[in-house]
């Protein structure tokens, strides 16, 4: 079979790009240092759930949901069959899924602007922009993260028909990443009438290809309305946009969206990070030299354009590449616009389109290709005017990327950051701390400012466990240490450090408080001949106590114990498990000493072993008590 074989120039462009998509993912990995997620909560759980308790065609294909996106919860079920329960691979796939992203974006870039730098430059300003904290940071993050995959798959297409004689298959596989997109987020049907106007631009004939985008469309409805119940998406925060929707809202947002792709926050904090008015005044200097060097491009751009009209009489092919990807921005902005607030994530979109835009105005601007510029500093042979975009493009790219690393440093403000280092918190302290041994453990959290649903308590660990169960896991709050009794083996305290908004595991401290050991008592809860512990009664006030003894009773063996110096109890053990019980003032300290007048004398580990898993089995949930094993 004949195989082409790669000259020499060739091969040495497909190396450099191949190190250039590689720093890429490199660069990716560094500019998300920090983003992490070790705990689900809201929706990234409630999927989680879904996925072990749906079957396949429950989870991918729901009925009677207010959204149908069978094609990203079809993705999401294979991403979470790879994931597991090792949620801490989360962010790590998301970022990769990110360089595949960035990788397409440099090559399409690239072609525009017949300019392996400015290619670079769009793939590195994609990966390091401020829109990308919901794609990297949630699980959910995947659904935008494929739309913009399938996105830049359709824009691409699209494209290559209007640059290709041959368009007809282009346009298929354009067709058929609309009908995916559609359902995979559905905003993103406001797009169709790029189709139209492509066709229209190469004046096509076909029937069919006319035909298509809009069965397309109509079938979408179709299937909509069979599982949804209606054609009209619904909007963001559980409203619909039927009922939101405002002409004077919808105009800001518009112009938000605008701004947020220019580099000003122009929305609130939660949203945001950090809103306009309190951003660095450096940052703002940035972002308005970044404009301007956009706007004399821009500018150049269209002046070139027009003197190209008065000649031609007729819009030059560049214009409709620009109108196409213009085109396709307007309709990303619109679709997101009609709700009632601008969240960032919703910006990549159109930003990503702006980007490629950027690289198609400088590719038109400055026809020839890998202009060596490097080379010609060094030569002194500059010509300012002929290298004025690429010096534009550059003077742009190197204000906008403080800015966007100014955006990263500002995640924390943002709605969804706060509770995901909370439920990060929780899980580091528990799961991250014990490991598997958290199973089985009822886990006491000392307040609940932070509103844990009951979902997320009974559902968080389950999470964790291959089986996904985490039998025996519960979760109660109590407003304070002596709202629970003695800490046993089988308990976890977790305390809410609301100043830093966070999880403290706290159950050695709870432990100590609870009964603390002066001397001759041990953390795994024998007791020598002599012992002295301060224990803390609960909210009744009763102290009970269990006592072991792991060898054979010769009938001698007596147990003195004397509370605060003062109150003195002596019995005989009689048998080798005896419960013992006195009342104190509720939540009161005492001190107690504990003396034996015997010593065990050589005991196999099997009796040991037994003796202790009856305990375990028959006493070890007892409230408000205090173990000894006399040795």
């Known amino acids: 079979m004949f195989e082409r074989e790669f000259s020499l120039e060739e091969r040495n462009n497909l190396l450099k790009d191949s190190i250039i998509i590689l720093v890429m993912f490199a660069f990716a990995f560094v500019v998300n240092t920090g983003i992490r997620i070790s705990g689900l909560y809201m929706d990234d759980l409630y999927m989680w759930s879904c996925y072990g308790e749906q079957s396949f065609v429950e989870y991918v294909f729901p009925v009677?949901?207010?959204?149908?996106?069978?094609?990203?919860?079809?993705?999401?079920?294979?991403?979470?069959?790879?994931?597991?329960?090792?949620?801490?691979?989360?962010?790590?796939?998301?970022?990769?899924?990110?360089?595949?992203?960035?990788?397409?974006?440099?090559?399409?870039?690239?072609?525009?602007?017949?300019?392996?730098?400015?290619?670079?430059i769009a793939g590195i300003m994609f990966l390091c922009s401020r829109f990308s904290y919901y794609n990297i940071s949630q699980l959910l993050g995947l659904m935008e993260a494929v739309c913009l995959l399938f996105l830049l798959?359709?824009?691409?297409?699209?494209?290559?028909?209007?640059?290709?004689?041959?368009?007809?298959?282009?346009?298929?596989?354009?067709?058929?990443?609309?009908?995916?997109?559609?359902f995979t987020h559905e905003r993103y049907m406001a797009i169709l009438p790029m189709f139209f106007y492509?066709?229209?631009?190469?004046?096509?004939?076909?029937?069919?290809?006319?035909?298509?985008?809009?069965?397309?469309?109509?079938?979408?409805?179709?299937?909509?309305?069979?599982?949804?119940?209606?054609?009209?998406?619904?909007?963001?925060?559980?409203?619909?946009?039927?009922?939101?929707?405002?002409?004077?809202?919808?105009?800001?947002?518009?112009?938000?969206?605008?701004?947020?792709?220019?580099?000003?926050?122009?929305?609130?904090?939660?949203?945001?990070?950090?809103?306009?008015?309190?951003?660095?005044?450096?940052?703002?200097?940035f972002v308005g030299g970044a404009a301007l060097a956009l706007l004399i491009i821009i500018i150049i751009y269209i002046r070139n354009q027009i003197t190209l009209f008065m000649h031609q009489k007729i819009l030059s092919f560049a214009a409709h590449i620009s109108l196409l990807l213009?085109?396709?921005?307007?309709?990303c902005i619109v679709a997101s616009a009609v709700t009632i607030r601008v969240e960032m994530r919703w910006v990549y979109a159109p930003y990503m389109l702006a980007l490629l835009w950027l690289a198609h105005i400088y590719g038109t601007i400055k026809k020839e290709k890998d202009v060596d510029f490097t080379k010609k500093i060094l030569s002194m042979d500059i010509d300012i005017k002929e290298y004025l975009p690429f010096i534009l493009v550059l003077?742009?790219?190197?204000?906008?990327?403080?800015?966007?690393?100014?955006?990263?440093?500002?995640?924390?403000?943002?709605?969804?950051?706060?509770?995901?280092?909370?439920?990060?918190?929780?899980?580091?302290?528990?799961?991250?701390?014990?490991?598997?041994?958290?199973?089985?453990?009822?886990?006491?959290?000392?307040?609940?400012?932070?509103?844990?649903?009951?979902?997320?308590?009974?559902?968080?660990?389950?999470?964790?466990?291959?089986?996904?169960?985490a039998e025996g896991t519960s979760v109660e709050f109590v407003e304070s240490y002596r709202d629970f009794g003695q800490v046993t083996s089988n308990m976890l305290v977790i305390e809410e450090d609301v100043a830093s908004n966070t999880f403290v595991d706290v159950t050695d401290m709870m432990r100590s408080v609870k009964c603390e050991a002066v001397?001759?008592?041990?953390?795994?809860?024998?007791?020598?001949?002599?012992?002295?512990?301060?224990?803390?009664?609960?909210?009744?006030?009763?102290?009970?106590?269990?006592?072991?003894?792991?060898?054979?009773?010769?009938?001698?063996?007596?147990?003195?114990?004397?509370?605060?110096?003062?109150?003195r109890l002596d019995f005989k053990l009689e048998n080798n498990i005896s419960y013992h019980e006195f009342e104190v003032k509720p939540y009161e300290i005492i001190n107690l000493k504990i003396k034996n007048n015997f010593k065990p004398k050589d005991v196999t580990y099997a009796e040991i072993a037994a003796l202790s898993e009856f305990m375990r089995v028959n006493h070890e949930n007892k409230i408000e008590s205090c173990r000894g094993k006399t040795r």
Request: net charge neutral; hydrophobic share 45%.
């Open 64 to 120: 009677g949901s207010t959204r149908f996106r069978p094609v990203y919860w079809f993705i999401a079920w294979l991403e979470l069959g790879i994931i597991g329960n090792n949620i801490t691979w989360i962010v790590p796939f998301n970022i990769i899924f990110a360089g595949i992203i960035s990788a397409f974006l440099y090559l399409f870039a690239k072609q525009l602007s017949a300019s392996r730098t400015v290619g670079l």
């Open 153 to 182: 798959i359709i824009v691409y297409n699209l494209y290559s028909c209007l640059t290709e004689k041959e368009h007809s298959v282009r346009f298929v596989i354009a067709v058929i990443f609309y009908f995916l997109i559609c």
């Open 198 to 285: 492509v066709l229209f631009i190469k004046k096509e004939k076909s029937i069919r290809l006319w035909t298509a985008p809009f069965a397309a469309f109509v079938l979408v409805q179709i299937v909509r309305l069979m599982s949804t119940g209606a054609v009209m998406p619904a909007g963001t925060g559980s409203t619909f946009v039927k009922d939101t929707f405002n002409l004077k809202d919808f105009i800001k947002n518009l112009l938000a969206e605008i701004l947020y792709i220019l580099g000003i926050n122009a929305g609130p904090e939660h949203l945001n990070g950090i809103t306009w008015a309190d951003t660095n005044m450096i940052i703002k200097l």
């Open 326 to 331: 213009l085109g396709t921005m307007a309709g």
């Open 395 to 469: 003077i742009w790219a190197v204000l906008m990327l403080p800015v966007e690393i100014y955006g990263h440093l500002k995640y924390g403000n943002i709605y969804l950051f706060p509770d995901q280092k909370r439920y990060n918190a929780l899980a580091d302290e528990t799961y991250g701390k014990y490991g598997s041994k958290v199973f089985g453990k009822k886990i006491y959290i000392i307040g609940n400012h932070y509103e844990m649903s009951d979902f997320t308590a009974k559902t968080f660990f389950k999470v964790f466990d291959p089986k996904r169960k």
């Open 519 to 567: 001397r001759g008592y041990y953390d795994d809860g024998w007791l020598d001949e002599e012992a002295e512990l301060n224990i803390m009664a609960g909210r009744t006030g009763i102290i009970k106590l269990e006592f072991m003894y792991p060898g054979e009773l010769e009938g001698y063996e007596n147990i003195s114990m004397t509370m605060d110096n003062s109150v």
